[in-house]
Nanobody
């Protein structure tokens, strides 16, 4: 059974930083990509960042380019999202997702709140 557990969320003022972590467990965990999504109140869940685990290639939604950075530590089965220069519009629940050949897995989410 694969489990993803996010951590690192919290409340910060605009301009601040947070680092989210997503730790995976499970003997058969072998994703080819990992994503961070976010969902603000009353809005859809949107892709924020993606990392291809073999090549290390990354992609970001335009609104976070230059401010957020996704990275992975395959030995620790952990993916990170470094978030700098946070804005109030970054306020959302952040979820990690593992993209595997057999399907995808989601974490339970971690709240990020940015005040102006």
């Amino acid at each position: 059974q694969v489990q993803l557990v996010e951590s690192g969320g919290g409340s910060v003022q605009a301009g601040g930083s947070l680092r989210l972590s997503c730790a995976a467990s499970g003997p058969t965990f072998n994703p080819f990509a990992m994503d961070w999504y976010r969902q603000a109140p009353g809005k859809d869940r949107d892709l924020v960042a993606r990392i291809m685990l073999i090549t290390g290639n990354t992609n970001y939604t335009k609104s976070v380019e230059g401010r957020f950075a996704i990275s992975s530590d395959r030995a620790k089965k952990t993916v990170y999202l470094q978030m700098d220069s946070l804005k109030p519009e970054d306020t959302a629940i952040y979820y990690c997702r593992a993209d595997c050949a057999v399907g995808d897995y989601w974490g339970q989410g971690t709240q990020v709140t940015v005040s102006s």
